[in-house]
Each structure stands twice: as C-alpha cells, then as structure tokens.
C-alpha cells in the first residue's frame, strides 16, 4: 500500500511539472477500454442525433453536445477521475476555494474537418493573464487519436503568457488511445486539427474551472434539482451545489445542496459560510465588539 502511495504522488508530481512548464502532459491508460466503451455506447444515438455545428469555430463538419452526466450513467468515472481531479485542484486551488465542472462535452469530428482555430479557452472570460491559471482541460479519446483523424493539436510553452515564440513554431498532434487522458491548461494555445481519414474521431471534452467563475455550460440549468438529486453529494457539488467560500453561489443565504433534500422548509435561516481565516478574523472582530467600551 505504502509502494502504491508513494508511485501515485511521484506520478503526480510529475504530471503537474510537465502541464505547469510545458502546458500539457498525458496520462496513460488511467480508465480501462470497458469504461470508455461504455461511454461510448450511451452517447453512440445522441452523436447520430446531434446536428453538425453552425460556425467557423465549431466547425461545419464537427458535432457537439454536452451535459454528459445526464447522457451516460458512465460519464461520472471519467469527470471524477481521481488522477485528473489531484491534477486539477493542484493547478487551481491556489486561486480559488473549490473548484467546478466547466463542462462535459462530447465531440465528433468527421471526414473531411478542417483544422480548428487556435485559442486559448481561459480567453472567454477576459480576466488577467501571465499570472492566474483559470481552468484546465481534459480530453478523452474515444477513438484513437491519430494526426490523420484530427487529433488534438497542442502548441507546447503558449501557456500563461508563456514563449513568445511557441505559438509561431509548428503544434503538436497528440496521438494517444482510449483509456488515455490529454491534459492541458486553459491558458494553452490548442486547437483540433483535421480529418483527412474517411473516418470519424470521437472524443469527450471536460473542463475544470476556478469556483468562483461562470462556467462555459450553465450548469444548473443543464443539472436542475430533480436530475442532480441523483447524484452523489461530492459529483452534485463539483457541477455547482455548494458554496465557494465566502458566500458565494448561495440560495436564501444557504448552500444550494439544500435544493437536493427532501422537505426544503419555505423560510431559511441565512448562515455564514466563510474561510478558515475570515472565521479566525471575524472571531477577533467580535472579542473586540464584546470588549470595547459601551
């Protein structure tokens, strides 16, 4: 078990060196090819389904839906991944109190899609950049990626401000299989490349976020009470059931995970909800009140 732990946290380390200086890195072979296939069969109708996209960035060739963990009872094995979620809080946390589901998204690029427009996902929310990391990706394979099949194309050193020079050097097509995770920061200057196979390339995008940000999906309207009433209490707080400290994204002043229980009274008791340090301040500030001359 010791042997065990220590491999985890090395491996950990490692990975967290490799996304924080070079803006990626992949792990290998982390879920099992069952998982993957399971997933893939639950999202093989709604890809059918799913009308191509509208819009040079999305591209006329690539189709593209989300709120996954509605879609697949399998999706949670892949957006509560232990490894990717110790990677996501290492990276983010810093910034933030808890972190958030941005979004779950699959993606389907067909014959003959053109290469995607490199960007930069963090660059939704115009916030400051070259200091703060925002959000880290995570792509999933659910076919094998090749360079010829569109796979996930990755200009290494563009992250935070990053080379100046990186994003004029050619990106790299990174090829991997299912069961397989591409992780990179919000700040990477990424982009899918283009199907020149005759065959489709499949894949799931999911993205973790600072708590205090607008996710990309809506999450409480993709995840309304009645459908994240069904999930575990961790799963239900990471789409947005639970206040990021201090106070924030609360209902009637308590945290929203109240909107999951049964029997909600029709009048709450607005409740503190504050950091560690703000509870140690506010506790001197009181003392003080208490104390002082009257």
């Keep these: 078990m010791a042997s065990a732990t220590l491999a985890h946290e090395h491996g950990h380390i490692a990975a967290t060196n490799e996304l924080t200086t070079r803006g990626y890195c992949v792990l290998h072979d982390i879920v099992t090819p069952d998982v993957i296939r399971a997933v893939d069969r639950d999202l093989a109708q709604r890809f059918v389904d799913t009308p191509f996209c509208q819009g040079g960035f999305y591209g006329p060739r690539t189709k593209r839906f989300g709120g996954l963990l509605k879609r697949s009872d399998h999706a949670a094995e892949l957006i509560q991944n232990s490894a990717i979620l110790d990677l996501a809080r290492t990276v983010l946390e810093p910034w933030c109190d808890v972190i958030q589901l941005n979004l779950a998204q699959a993606l389907e690029l067909h014959p003959g899609a053109p290469a995607q427009f490199p960007h930069r996902d963090q660059d939704m929310w115009c916030g400051v950049t070259g200091e703060v990391e925002y959000l880290v990706n995570v792509m999933w394979p659910l076919t094998p990626f090749r360079r010829e099949n569109g796979a996930t194309l990755i200009w290494p050193g563009s992250q935070n401000g990053g080379d100046a020079e990186a994003q004029e050097r050619d990106p790299l097509a990174i090829e991997c299989a299912p069961g397989s995770a591409i992780v990179f920061l919000g700040s990477t200057l990424h982009g899918a490349g283009a199907n020149a196979s005759p065959g489709v390339r499949r894949g799931i995008i ?70 560690p340090d703000q509870e140690a301040a506010l506790a001197d500030f009181l003392v003080g009140q208490r104390s002082a001359p009257h």
């Design 206 to 275: 999911v993205s973790y976020c600072l708590g205090w940000l607008k996710p990309y999906e809506n999450q409480w309207l993709v995840y309304p009470p009645e459908v994240a009433r069904r999930f575990p209490p961790e799963l239900a707080g990471l789409v947005g059931y639970r206040q990021h400290r201090p106070n924030l994204g609360n209902y009637e002043g308590q945290c929203p995970s109240v909107l999951l229980r049964d029997g909600l009274a029709e009048h709450l008791a607005a409740t503190d909800a504050l950091r």
